[in-house]
């Protein structure tokens, strides 16, 4: 059967560029960075590598110290941060790249030991589940429970929103094209949203729109530090991971939506991972402006969804980590490199920088263009 794959290498207007495809790199923890956080050499070249694909989204970037979640992840609070960051947007823009960098603040997830011993905080002082989300593919991240955050202050809260509008000023200034905001996979400002993590009664919580208020407030503080152009928001509506739970997550993130909407932001970035609702047929509709699908999407279901409508561009993960050219693979319908799970979160060259582009592939190692993403479990339940 022959597959129309057409609709992935269209131009798109986003925000203040325009991607040369419908291809997008997903954000994904990597964890190659020093221990205070900045980007390393390796980082730039494993982004420098992956540059032709329409836009690059980065791993998560703590925007403050209490935001970051695991040892080798990287910030952008400081000026070494901001100049580690500089290296990595002039290496993808030379290559002819865009690229936007995810800021994610883990609040109640953050690891007392990452703190000096400083106790995490969150909306509300509801512990993570100890029992659960213990990663087991090699991620430096301390083989313990999760501990009782403290409940964040109102002046606390205002000086996260602060630090969130800070790290946008010095994503510009850096070079970036632009900055997603994190508000989902169960991070600070899905915390905000979501019933179970957010027991305020106060200007920050109980009604929807007292929830997502924090989230909104963030928006609002980067789009006046930089623009609407630069600013973006991805969600995981309902996803459970870390521990998060909403009692009404169709209530929750159509309001969000309608909301972003309304502030005309570069894009919204959508994940259904794995809801029994209809994610991106609710909450599609609800946003005017250019909408990221992400998931397990393959090259064929990609430009499916871009066909019909839905999507405008498609985010891919697993497969950008083990093809830094997969925009040329999927153009040619050339064979892709084996993933190694295994080396996700190590933190060297070894399935980072040394998966070959396809000249210099060995023909029987690679898989079918068009095969599913593999699940992988990446925690222990």
């Given at each position: 059967m022959t597959i129309d794959t057409a609709p992935l290498f269209q131009p798109l207007k986003l925000g203040n560029i325009v991607m040369a495809n419908r291809m997008a790199m997903a954000p994904m923890t990597r964890q190659r960075a020093y221990l205070d956080g900045t980007p390393t050499a390796v980082v730039v070249e494993h982004y420098r590598q992956r540059a032709s694909a329409g836009l690059?989204?980065?791993?998560?970037?703590?925007?403050?110290?209490?935001?970051l979640a695991y040892?080798?992840?990287?910030?952008?609070?400081?000026?070494?941060?901001?100049?580690?960051?500089?290296?990595?947007?002039?290496?993808?823009?030379?290559?002819?790249?865009?690229?936007?960098?995810?800021?994610?603040?883990?609040?109640?997830?953050?690891?007392?030991?990452?703190?000096?011993?400083e106790q995490p905080f969150g909306p509300s002082a509801v512990q993570p589940d100890p029992t659960a989300r213990h990663y087991t593919i090699n991620c430096p991240r301390a083989k313990r429970v999760y501990q009782r955050p403290r409940e964040m202050t109102h002046e606390e809260i205002l000086g996260e929103i602060d630090a969130f509008r800070d790290c946008a000023v010095r994503a510009q200034r850096a070079g970036l094209d632009g900055v997603e905001i994190h508000a989902a996979s169960g991070y600070l400002p899905m915390q905000f949203l979501s019933t179970n993590t957010n027991l305020r009664e106060d200007e920050w919580g109980g009604t929807v729109e007292k929830r997502a208020a924090f989230l909104l407030a963030c928006?609002?503080?980067?789009?006046?530090?930089?623009?609407?152009?630069?600013?973006?928001?991805?969600?995981?509506?309902?996803?459970?991971?870390?521990?998060v739970f909403d009692d009404d997550p169709q209530a929750t993130y159509s309001y969000a939506t309608k909301e972003l909407s309304k502030r005309g932001i570069a894009y919204l970035q959508l994940g259904n991972y794995g809801m029994d609702w209809d994610v991106y047929g609710t909450l599609r509709p609800l946003f005017d402006g250019p909408v990221g699908y992400v998931a397990g999407f393959t090259r064929s279901t990609g430009a499916k969804a871009i066909a019909e409508g839905g999507a405008d561009f498609i985010c891919y993960g697993q497969n950008y980590i083990s093809n830094p050219d997969l925009a040329e693979r999927y153009?040619?319908?050339?064979?892709?490199?084996?993933?190694?799970?295994?080396?996700?979160?190590?933190?060297?060259?070894?399935?980072?920088?040394?998966y070959p582009f396809y000249a210099d592939s060995n023909p029987d190692d690679l898989v079918d263009v068009d095969q599913p993403p593999t699940p992988i479990k990446v925690y222990a339940d």
């Open positions: 690059i989204i980065t791993e998560g970037i703590a925007p403050s110290q209490m935001g040892l080798f992840a990287p910030g952008l609070w400081t000026d070494r941060h901001e100049a580690g960051w500089k290296m990595v947007a002039d290496a993808v823009h030379e290559e002819g790249g865009h690229i936007f960098g995810q800021i994610m603040h883990s609040g109640r997830l953050t690891d007392e030991l990452q703190l000096n011993g928006v609002d503080a980067m789009i006046d530090a930089t623009s609407k152009e630069f600013v973006a928001v991805k969600f995981s509506p309902g996803w459970q991971f870390h521990n153009k040619n319908g050339w064979g892709l490199n084996k993933l190694d799970a295994d080396t996700y979160y190590t933190q060297g060259e070894e399935g980072y920088t040394d």
